[in-house]
């Protein structure tokens, strides 16, 4: 309020300790530095924690001793401006910087930074290496598409199952597990390390991380459904999967982890889906699938952003293929006992015909996961040839 050519704020019986500074603040962001606002109010000694509160915030003051007059005139300070003076500002909401700074440590895009804010350590701090322009669609998507294990699973429904069956659905399942476990660890890793100013990236890969644990959750169900325990873990497994979590660099395990493990376990599910011999794995590998789709998706738009950006990439990316096939060559690749379990799940029984036929099923999966991994590197950048060569060279482990 303007009265005779002042600035004024009625409190009525507010104090300053219910809210009433915030009328005060309100009045004086209105006015220029040393201009006057008179406060009227009728609270118990508001002079006195006017005077403080003046103090406090870098304002003059003036009590009145006018009767009927306004409890004080408060003359505005220039602390508020020189405090904001080097602020800085983290640039637009929609569009991330190329480069994202320590400083801005947790504030979003397009927030002020005051200056002096402490320096965050987030490796991955520019736009080339962890950007992708389907992130924030992939994450809506991926929040859409939660579902719940304990509901979405048939997991009540009568099936019978010959012994040797449900053993090789054991088998798989605790392969499974292993792998999905290492494809949790290597997300949330990374999202820790991404600057907040690629929230997107950073949402993205803390909602994989979510769904690669509901993905341990149900293959861990299933596996214990009928049987008191997993099967077995080999150690040429594990160290393949140790070198996925090993792999210290965004774009490289990128493409170890989504590109080429993910993406060749696409191929898997649908495989399991369409051999199960149960619906509880059934209706498991169909909405697991539907998961590890997006990883993948993620995992190929980023690099095909970032080799575009960065045409060098590719020749790291080989590198790191080709030094991963040479770490692993000693290793037996997939384990026969998984192996065995995909043909017999396939088959169905034990008839010899119907071996012959499961064992050829599973030779088109993995025809099938080497023709994904190619056209894959294909769009990320590679030539038609070095695709296939470099698919070939992915770990027998499938993951």
Same mark, same amino acid.
């Given at each position: 309020m303007i009265e005779g050519g002042m600035c004024s704020v009625e409190l009525g019986e507010l104090g300053l300790d219910q809210g009433g500074h915030l009328l005060i603040k309100r009045a004086l962001r209105t006015v220029p530095v040393h201009a006057p606002v008179a406060v009227y109010g009728s609270a118990p000694e508001l002079a006195i924690h006017l005077r403080g509160w003046c103090r406090a915030q870098g304002h003059d003051i003036e009590i009145s001793q006018i009767t009927g007059g306004p409890v004080a005139v408060l003359y505005r300070g220039g602390s508020e401006d020189g405090r904001w003076r080097d602020a800085e500002s983290t640039g637009e909401a929609a569009i991330p910087q190329i480069q994202a700074y320590a400083n801005w440590g947790l504030a979003g895009r397009s927030a002020t930074v005051e200056a002096g804010a402490p320096a965050f350590d987030f490796p991955l701090d520019t736009r080339a290496e962890v950007w992708a322009e389907e992130a924030a669609r992939l994450y809506a998507q991926a929040a859409a598409a939660q579902w719940n294990p304990a509901t979405a699973i048939p997991w009540d429904e009568p099936f019978v199952l010959h012994d040797e069956i449900e053993d090789a659905v054991v088998q798989v399942m605790t392969y499974l597990i292993e792998n999905e476990t290492a494809a949790l660890v290597v997300p949330a890793r990374f999202a820790a390390?991404?600057?907040p100013h690629f929230r997107e990236v950073m949402q993205l890969l803390a909602i994989q991380a979510a769904d690669e644990a509901r993905h341990i959750e149900v293959f861990t169900r299933r596996a214990l459904l009928r049987r008191p325990k997993l099967g077995l873990s080999t150690a040429g497994g594990q160290a393949s999967l140790k070198t996925l979590i090993d792999e210290a660099d965004f774009a490289l395990s990128a493409m170890l982890l989504s590109v080429l493990g993910e993406g060749s376990f696409l191929s898997l599910l649908q495989f399991l889906h369409q051999h199960a011999p149960d619906p509880v794995t059934g209706e498991i590998a169909w909405l697991v699938a539907q998961d590890e789709a %997006?990883? !993948?998706?993620?995992?190929?738009?980023? $690099?095909?952003q970032h080799v575009r950006e960065d045409p060098a990439l590719l020749e790291r990316l080989a590198a #790191?293929? +080709? /030094?991963?096939?040479?770490? $692993? #060559?000693?290793? =037996?690749?997939?384990? +026969?006992?998984?192996?065995?379990? $995909? !043909?017999?799940?396939? #088959?169905?029984?034990?008839?010899?015909?119907?071996?012959? =036929?499961?064992?050829?099923? !599973?030779?088109?999966?993995? =025809?099938?996961?080497? /023709?994904? /991994? #190619?056209? %894959? $590197? /294909?769009?990320?950048?590679?030539?038609?040839? %070095? =695709?296939?060569?470099?698919?070939?060279?992915h770990t027998r482990n499938f993951m």
């Open positions: 390390q991404i600057h %997006r990883h !993948v998706a993620f995992g190929v738009t980023h $690099l095909t #790191a293929i +080709e /030094r991963r096939h040479d770490t $692993l #060559a000693h290793t =037996a690749g997939l384990n +026969e006992e998984v192996f065995d379990s $995909l !043909v017999l799940l396939a #088959a169905g029984s034990w008839q010899p015909e119907a071996l012959r =036929a499961g064992w050829g099923k !599973v030779q088109i999966l993995i =025809a099938d996961m080497e /023709r994904g /991994r #190619a056209r %894959r $590197l /294909r769009k990320i950048g590679f030539d038609w040839q %070095r =695709a296939q060569s470099l698919s070939a060279l």
